[in-house]
């Protein structure tokens, strides 16, 4: 059964620090993964979806790599700003199924 | 843009009370999902269908059940509403071939009391 774990639960950091959120996944067998964002009491925002094929996604000062030998995907955030203050969520989706196994997620304050 | 739309916000019922939740989408996506989340145990596939009134039980379907009777909505249903369902229920939809990223919408907080 696929599990995903994320590390840190929680981290501060103060604004300008660039920083690396990680997940890992124990079944190698997944099609993508998914980083999203959630603010506190709403809904998720994809940001970076990398397929199973690809080893990194960029979006602005978002990068996303994934190694899936190891089991491992990480987040990269550049120049952090206070607006970065948020829960980031990885999400697998294993093969062969139509769902999605999320992490417990990093919640992270950028500090001004 | 992707649209996810869950009905409501936030929903206060009573105990033993039966709750519809919502959810349209607006790209003719394949894929429509039904998670719960609760602080600490992150969150959760309740059910997901994968074509209309196809559905399949995700890994805590017990006390739910669903509808699909368009493409673009898929309905959560609490049968018998109980205070540990108190939760925020988000919704999410993909295409099927999940070359892209799963939509979700801004999910519904419901209290049951």
């Known amino acids: 059964k696929q599990e995903v774990t994320q590390i840190p639960a929680a981290l501060s950091v103060p604004e300008g620090e660039n920083l690396v959120l990680n997940c890992s996944f124990t079944d190698s067998a997944i099609y993508n993964l998914q980083w999203f964002r959630q603010d506190p009491g709403k809904g998720l925002t994809s940001l970076l979806l990398?397929?199973?094929?690809?080893r990194e996604q960029t979006s602005g000062r978002l990068n996303a790599s994934l190694d899936k030998s190891s089991g491992r995907s990480t987040l990269y955030i550049a120049a952090s700003q206070p607006g970065d203050s948020a829960t980031y969520l990885c999400?697998?989706?294993?093969?062969?199924?139509?769902?999605?196994?999320f992490g417990t997620g990093t919640r992270l304050k950028v500090l001004a | 843009d992707v649209k996810v739309t869950q009905s409501s916000r936030y929903l206060v019922k009573r105990t033993g009370e039966k709750v519809f939740l919502e959810c349209v989408q607006d790209m003719d996506h394949e894929n429509m999902f039904w998670y719960r989340q609760d602080p600490g145990l992150g969150l959760r596939l309740i059910y997901f269908s994968y074509d209309v009134k196809m559905k399949e039980k995700g890994d805590i379907p017990e006390g739910y059940s669903v509808s699909r009777e368009k493409k673009e909505r898929f309905s959560l249903i609490l049968e018998s509403a109980s205070t540990n369902q108190t939760s925020m229920y988000l919704c999410a939809s993909s295409i099927r071939n999940r070359a892209t990223e799963a939509f979700f919408g801004q999910g519904t907080r419901l209290t049951v009391v």
């Open positions: 990398i397929q199973s094929s690809q």
């Open positions: 999400a697998v989706d294993t093969s062969g199924t139509y769902k999605y196994i």
